[in-house]
């Protein structure tokens, strides 16, 4: 089992960035993908979520409207587009797969985790 993020990097305020979550060695396509981030010194925290099933999409309140989730179940891949980047969103993203068929924001519903991509966006 294994989720490879990549796609993260350095860009301006106002940049932006296009995260890749790509799933292997389980059927991803039947899980809900989601991100997580976390910044320096805080707590990991929920992004964005997109199910399975119908494909219901949820956010936190603090990127929505500039960020954009989508997943390609054919390539067992998962995206996050993110516009109009602020220095408040430099953390390490995470891509995460859930069991539950909805667009979970629970950390602890999710079952397989990646490693954690960097984002660095400088003011």
């Known amino acids: 089992v294994q989720l490879q993020a990549s796609g993260g990097g350095l860009v301006q305020t106002g940049d932006s960035l296009r995260l890749s979550c790509a799933a292997s060695g389980f059927n991803f396509r039947i899980y809900t993908a989601g991100w997580f981030r976390q910044a320096p010194g805080k707590e990991r925290e929920f992004v964005a979520a997109?199910?399975?099933?119908?494909?219901?999409?949820s956010y936190a309140d603090s990127i929505k409207g500039r960020f954009t989730i989508s997943r390609n179940n054919a390539r067992d891949t998962v995206d996050l587009q993110m516009n109009s980047l602020k220095p408040e969103d430099t953390a390490v993203y995470y891509c995460?797969?859930?069991?539950?068929?909805?667009?979970?924001?629970?950390?602890?519903?999710?079952?397989?985790w990646g490693q954690g991509t960097q984002v660095t966006v400088s003011g």
């Open positions: 997109k199910n399975y099933r119908d494909g219901r999409t």
């Open positions: 995460a797969a859930s069991g539950y068929n909805r667009p979970t924001s629970a950390e602890y519903e999710y079952s397989y």
